[in-house]
């Protein structure tokens, strides 16, 4: 079984036996190329790792409907009507699947993870964007159009001066928790980072503009998240993707800003967990798409 996780900034394929990646292989995202050029990156990827795939699952970084068709990935720009699926069929000879990321790794936990103990729970993903997988009651819900737990483009902020979202809003959850909100923020408050960890790092040296960076994301994770809450009063809150890997310096901000604005106290306490897959929940939950 092979799963292909497709990000913003990387590409990542790997052969999946009983829930675990066994091999896999990886390479940039070529940046402002034409969906064709990514589309061929994905393929020589899939193929570095099996000359002849009997069927792959591939996890994209936004929406696309039933036949595989894209609405629009907001931080890889030009792909909105692309046809995902069959651009990937026709260059690897084999069926596949393609659906958003964050269902995608709320699957492989579902599968192999916390979600063997939470019947409903909702994966979120935190790196470039943020986004959100929904499992209810056991079931996989993507929505019937496929935009179900967008949770990213929540609007937290509808004030004119709220920051412009990749998805062409504004005020989005997004800008205040992704990797270009994070990176501005610390900017902003004096520091100097390219990379997340960077910020991590300073902020676990006690330096308060990395602090104060990772308070801002936490209140804008907990202010959407209270509203998910709210709806749905699941069983857990499940964190993946590259920044979870600082989930001790967001919780504090995230459960104050969820006992905050959530309508009672159980919802507001409910269990936040990172994911048990870690970085491979994408690529598990990829290489079981053809199943379901």
């Known amino acids: 079984m092979i799963?292909?996780?497709?990000?913003?900034?990387?590409?990542?394929?790997?052969i999946v036996?009983?829930?675990?990646v066994v091999r896999s292989v990886s390479t940039p995202t070529p940046r402002g190329a034409a969906p064709e050029v990514v589309l061929d990156t994905i393929a020589r990827t899939v193929l570095e790792l099996d000359p002849a795939p009997r069927s792959v699952g591939v996890a994209i970084p936004g929406e696309v409907d039933p036949t595989g068709r894209c609405w629009g990935l907001p931080n890889v720009p030009g792909f909105k009507?692309?046809?995902l699926g069959k651009g990937l069929s026709d260059r690897l000879r084999c069926p596949v699947a393609v659906e958003n990321d964050a269902t995608t790794a709320a699957l492989g936990?579902?599968?192999?993870?916390?979600?063997?103990r939470y019947p409903s729970f909702l994966m979120i993903t935190l790196g470039t964007g943020i986004g959100g997988g929904l499992?209810?009651?056991?079931?996989l819900y993507p929505g019937s159009n496929g935009f179900a737990g967008e949770i990213g483009h929540i609007n937290i902020d509808p004030s004119p001066e709220a920051p412009q979202c990749g998805c062409g809003k504004a005020g989005c959850m997004e800008t205040y928790a992704g990797t270009a909100a994070l990176l501005r923020k610390y900017a902003e408050l004096g520091g100097q980072a390219t990379e997340i960890r960077e910020i991590a790092d300073a902020a676990r040296r006690g330096e308060a503009a990395g602090a104060q960076t990772f308070e801002m994301m936490g209140e804008a994770l907990g202010r959407g998240l209270a509203t998910i809450q709210n709806v749905l009063d699941l069983n857990a809150l499940i964190f993946s993707g590259g920044i979870s890997s600082s989930f001790d310096l967001i919780e504090p901000s995230l459960r104050t800003a969820l006992r905050r604005h959530s309508f009672a106290e159980p919802p507001a306490e409910v269990p936040l967990v990172v994911s048990e897959l870690g970085p491979t929940a994408g690529v598990v939950g990829a290489a079981h798409l053809t199943e379901i």
């Not at 799963?3 to 790997?14: L, N, R, S």
């Not at 036996?17 to 675990?20: F, L």
């Not at 499992?135 to 079931?139: A, D, F, K, R, T």
């Open 135 to 139: 499992v209810i009651g056991g079931q």
């Open 109 to 116: 936990e579902y599968l192999y993870g916390h979600g063997t």
């Open 3 to 14: 799963g292909v996780d497709f990000g913003g900034t990387g590409i990542k394929a790997g």
């Open 81 to 83: 009507g692309v046809q």
């Open 17 to 20: 036996e009983d829930g675990r």
